[in-house]
């Protein structure tokens, strides 16, 4: 089962390993090739170039996220229909899905297409702890990477395999809870600010809000396991998506949301849309109405002379 594993796997090996021995080449002009430094800024310039390509499927799930928020009126309707026969009202929704063209597993894809990287560059640092090569990492240069040190802590050593070392406890704790902290901030950012309040409530946002506290959890209890350099990758990945998602959400947010209000204000600030079409586009964040006059109370002699 493991050769067969392996044998599937072995072209991933082989990317993996290609891409970060490309960068090791390149940093290695400017730093000692054997330094920690030197390898991990070749496992940052992996995650960069993985992320760089998963753009696409980033694209493909913002799209399918403003989809599912667009359709939570109607899902209500359907609840509200059918919300006595669950069977019937999963294939209603899955039909009304299907028809507006979005997938609502689209949101986890860029997570499922790094799986097979991840697992394969855990891989590669695993072997290096042996000591041995793994797709185009030879057997010298596992051994390099296997001893490279960061701040006092080998790129390969783990949380749990500290052995009292507390500078692997200090650097392996402090990514984790990048990794963690990272992962609840991205999803708490899109639920707070690029989702309507219709989309607050229903099956979709109750699947949102399990993310929000099931991801971090579950980063924070497989991270203790993860070599320092499999941490430098997740940790990296995370703040590209971070980043990413704060650009989107800035620039081209879902209307309706308080992230859509915000950028309208800004645009009315530098004047590029007037306050009237502010209004049009109902951001009521932006334009506020005038006060109604309160009248003024008068006295019995005052209403008398009227």
């Not at 359709?71 to 229909?81: H, I, W």
């Amino acid at each position: 089962m493991t050769d067969l594993f392996n044998t599937i796997m072995f072209p991933l090996y082989w990317v993996v390993s290609w891409v970060l021995m490309a960068w090791h080449s390149l940093f290695s002009q400017v730093l000692p090739e054997e330094s920690g430094w030197t390898w991990a800024l070749s496992i940052i310039g992996l995650t960069l170039v993985v992320r760089a390509a998963l753009i696409p499927l980033f694209v493909k799930q913002i799209k399918s996220s403003r989809n599912m928020q667009m359709l939570q009126p109607k899902v209500k309707e359907l609840q509200k229909k059918y919300g006595h026969d669950r069977e019937r009202l999963a294939q209603e929704t899955m039909a009304l899905y299907k028809d507006a063209g979005t997938n609502p597993f689209a949101s986890c894809l860029p997570i499922l297409m790094q799986a097979p990287i991840f697992v394969a560059l855990f891989r590669v640092l695993n072997k290096a702890t042996q000591e041995v090569g793994l797709g185009v990492l030879t057997d010298a240069d596992a051994v390099q990477l296997d001893r490279a040190a960061l701040l006092g802590v080998e790129i390969s050593n783990t949380f749990i395999t500290a052995g009292g070392n507390w500078a692997i406890y200090v650097l392996c704790g402090v990514l984790v809870l990048l990794m963690t902290a990272t992962t609840f901030t991205t999803q708490r950012q899109l639920m707070r600010k690029n989702m309507p309040a219709s989309a607050l409530t229903g099956p979709y946002a109750q699947q949102q809000k399990m993310l929000l506290y099931i991801l971090p959890v579950a980063f924070g209890f497989g991270g203790i396991f993860f070599p320092v350099g499999v941490l430098l990758y997740w940790s990296t990945s995370n703040l590209w998506t971070m980043g990413q998602q704060f650009y989107v959400i800035r620039n081209n947010p879902s209307p309706g949301t308080p992230a859509f209000d915000a950028k309208v204000a800004r645009d009315v600030k530098k004047g590029k849309i007037s306050p009237e079409v502010a209004v049009q586009t109902a951001a009521p964040a932006v334009v506020t109405a005038p006060k109604r006059q309160q009248p003024k109370k008068s006295s019995r002699s005052q209403r008398r002379r009227r």
